[in-house]
């Protein structure tokens, strides 16, 4: 089976860190965005990075950058819309999202989405995590998706759907459990504070 391709989700404003591409702040010696780069490139086909605005501040990366067809920074949807449009012409079945400033992804990440999606027979699959009181938290940003269902998707939108939820609820999403010990591997960078606890974790990993 082809493997997916792979879409990198940059299209947030970055509010919490003052705005601009937080994507881009160095972290253990290079970009955020490098090392989320480097943990999904060997587990997809090949990999695009959603972002919106100017393209050239990524020209560094050798990579395709696709912006949203749904003006006003509608939120991860319209990134997953991007990528399943870009898939199409590539004539690839499905994609991979990863959030653009979380550096500790699982290396198996697709492999599990891919192998909850078969067990359960739904099209979507998201990532989760344990949660001590809510039992698990899903991670909608981190899912696998049927380049079918891209007209539904563009229709939701046009409806005004925003929540990643609420739409792959409408379809039913395989969750894969991601309970492995260790730093949490959806851990992402909002802030200066979370940007420093990052390069404690980077930095101690590489050590």
């Not at 699982?106 to 999606?117: I, K, Q, T």
């Amino acid at each position: 089976m082809r493997q997916p391709l792979g879409v990198i989700l940059a299209g947030g404003q970055a509010r919490r860190m003052g705005g601009g591409d937080k994507c881009l702040l160095p972290l253990a010696g290079r970009p955020i965005l490098e090392h989320v780069i480097a943990r999904l490139s060997p587990q997809v086909e090949t990999v695009a990075i959603n972002a919106n605005g100017d393209p050239a501040r990524f020209a560094g990366l050798s990579l395709p950058v696709i912006a949203d067809s749904v003006p006003g920074f509608a939120g991860p949807l319209a990134g997953v819309l991007a990528g399943l449009d870009w898939a199409a012409g590539r004539g690839a079945s499905h994609i991979v999202t990863a959030a653009a400033d979380t550096p500790f992804l699982p290396p198996d990440l697709v492999a599990r989405l891919s192998a909850a999606a078969r067990a359960s027979g739904l099209a979507i699959a998201l990532a989760a995590t344990p949660h001590a009181e809510r039992g698990r938290v899903r991670h909608p940003t981190f899912g696998l998706w049927p380049v079918a269902l891209r007209e539904d998707l563009r229709r939701a939108l046009g409806e005004g759907v925003r929540k990643v939820v609420l739409w792959t609820d409408r379809h039913g999403a395989a969750e894969a459990l991601f309970a492995d010990p260790g730093p949490d591997p959806f851990f992402n960078v909002n802030t200066p504070e979370d940007l420093a606890r990052a390069e404690e974790i980077a930095t101690g990993a590489e050590a």
